[in-house]
Nanobody, 123 residues
Framework: QVQLVESGGGLVQAGGSLRLSCVAS????????MGWFRQAPGKEREFVAAISWSDVSTYYADSVKGRFTISRDNAKKTVTLQMNSLKPEDTAVYYCAAGGAIVAAHLVRVPYWGKGTLVTVSS
């Protein structure tokens, strides 16, 4: 079992930055893929970014490439999403995801989810 707790969401103006963190419990953090998803009001949950456990490769949705950076600290069991140049369309609840497989540069079949943290970007 893996439990995930996100933090760092909030209100920011367009062009600003936020840093999301996710702390995991459990012994297997260093050997599982980690990622972030988001869900905007009235829309389905979508993939944002992922980082592999094996070679720390990173993967991003086209909509956030060049603006967001995912990283992990296995010693602290933490995965971080640095979000820069935020846009109003980035407004969503952001979910930390653990486990699953990286397929076609996406994280799929995710078994563990956090409860989410709200990011609001004002124009």
């Amino acid at each position: 079992q893996v439990q995930l707790v996100e933090s760092g969401g909030g209100l920011v103006q367009a062009g600003g930055s936020l840093r999301l963190s996710c702390v995991a419990s459990g012994r297997t953090f260093s050997t599982i893929n980690m990622g972030w998803f988001r869900q905007a009001p009235g829309k389905e949950r979508e993939f944002v970014a992922a980082i592999s456990w094996s070679d720390v490769s990173t993967y991003y949705a086209d909509s956030v490439k060049g603006r967001f950076t995912i990283s992990r600290d296995n010693a602290k069991k933490t995965v971080t999403l640095q979000m820069n140049s935020l846009k109003p369309e980035d407004t969503a609840v952001y979910y930390c995801a653990a486990g699953g497989a990286i397929v076609a540069a996406h994280l799929v079949r995710v078994p563990y989810w956090g409860k989410g943290t709200l990011v609001t970007v004002s124009s």
